[in-house]
Each structure stands twice: as structure tokens, then as C-alpha cells.
Nanobody, 121 residues
């Protein structure tokens, strides 16, 4: 069974750094794209960064220049390097993946369980 396993959240001081990781566990055929979203209480989940299969990336304006998304293809793991974090980055971060489990399947969306990032001012 395919799952997304996240790690790396925690408490960090403003201006510090944190790295989140998300590993696709289980057998898959192809990763189309992987992304990180975040959500705070009372707000909609928002896209933070996305990494397409071809390697192109896109970021929310609020994190451009501070966050970097990249992938370890050999281990089916995507990372979110968070630098110069701000209080406003406090949220639950969710990994998102658009996968083909088998070559004959349709694209399927998977979500991680979420990891809390708290930035202290």
C-alpha cells in the first residue's frame, strides 16, 4: 500500500532553518509531481511549493527565496528546506504527491499525515 511518510517538523526560532522530508513508501511506477502545502486553524490549505516530474518548481510568493523544494529520486523522497523562517510560517505542513502506482493506472493523489512547524518569535 502506498503511503507518504513525513518527518522533520518541530519548533524553530524565527530566522532559523528546518528541513521537512516526505518519503513515498510502497511500490510505484512513476511520480508525476510532489508538493508541500500548509494549513493554519480556520484557513484553507495553501500551496507552499511544488516540484514537477520534469524538475520545474514553483513557490508561493510568501516563501520565495527562503524555501527550497528538491527530490531524492533514488529514495522517492521530497524535501522542503526552510530557511529564514518567520512566525507566519507556523502551520501544519502536508506532503502531496501525484503518482502512478502502476503504468496502467490513472493518476492518484496522496497526502501525508501532516507535520507541525512552529516558529517562535
Amino acid at each position: 500500500q502506498v503511503q507518504l511518510v513525513e518527518s522533520g517538523g518541530g519548533l524553530v526560532q524565527a530566522g532559523g532553518s528546518l528541513r521537512l522530508s516526505c518519503t513515498v513508501s510502497g511500490s510505484i511506477f512513476k511520480i508525476n509531481a510532489m508538493a508541500w502545502y500548509r494549513q493554519t486553524p480556520g484557513k484553507q490549505r495553501e500551496l507552499v511549493a511544488i516540484l514537477a516530474g520534469g524538475g520545474s518548481t514553483n513557490y508561493a510568493d510568501s516563501v520565495k527565496g527562503r524555501f527550497t523544494i528538491y527530490r531524492d529520486n533514488a529514495n522517492n523522497t521530497v524535501y522542503l528546506q526552510m530557511n529564514s523562517v518567520q512566525y507566519e510560517d507556523t502551520a501544519v505542513y502536508y506532503c502531496h504527491a501525484d503518482l502512478l502506482v502502476r503504468s496502467t493506472d490513472w493518476d492518484t493523489i496522496y497526502w501525508g499525515q501532516g507535520t507541525q512547524v512552529t516558529v517562535s518569535s
